[in-house]
């Protein structure tokens, strides 16, 4: 009689000790408050404005035009800058032209052309130079695409 109540009283530990593991290492639950006040991002304090047309700047080496850069630029505005940009953007491209001659003059579209180092120094440039025309609401450039066609 034992050998037949053993196999059952077996079963019914191992279901028992197995139930009780699974309780005792089943992960904590997560608890969320549903009166908890969702974190608000605060709006942007600037905006971009495209520019309308891509710039080329032509790179000379000994008399003759080596290759062509063309850079498509946005400037980053305080809120409502944007009219200002599109109202003086001949200016604008006038002076962001002019920085850019210089900096080909110079090499600065020469080899990589693409480090990061030397795009720093020309967004700066850049930077300078457009909040010169357009004042304090010039917050940044950027450079939203660059290529180099050698010729």
Do not use: C, W
């Amino acid at each position: 009689m034992i050998a037949k109540i053993l196999p059952l009283i077996l079963i019914l530990v191992g279901l028992g000790a197995g139930i009780g593991a699974g309780i005792a290492l089943r992960p904590a639950e997560e608890h969320t408050e549903t009166a908890e006040t969702p974190i608000e991002e605060a709006p942007p304090a600037t905006e971009f404005a495209k520019l309308n047309n891509q710039f080329v700047i032509p790179v000379v080496e000994d008399g003759r035009v080596a290759s062509l850069v063309i850079m498509s630029l946005s400037v980053e505005v305080t809120i409502g800058g944007t009219e200002t940009v599109y109202v003086q953007e001949p200016k604008l491209r006038d002076a962001l032209l002019q920085v850019m001659f210089d900096h080909a003059n110079v090499g600065g579209f020469k080899g990589v052309f693409t480090d990061g180092a030397n795009l720093t120094l020309l967004r700066h440039a850049l930077l300078e130079v457009a909040q010169k025309v357009l004042g304090d609401i010039a917050q940044g450039i950027l450079i939203s695409d660059i290529s180099r066609q050698d010729t």
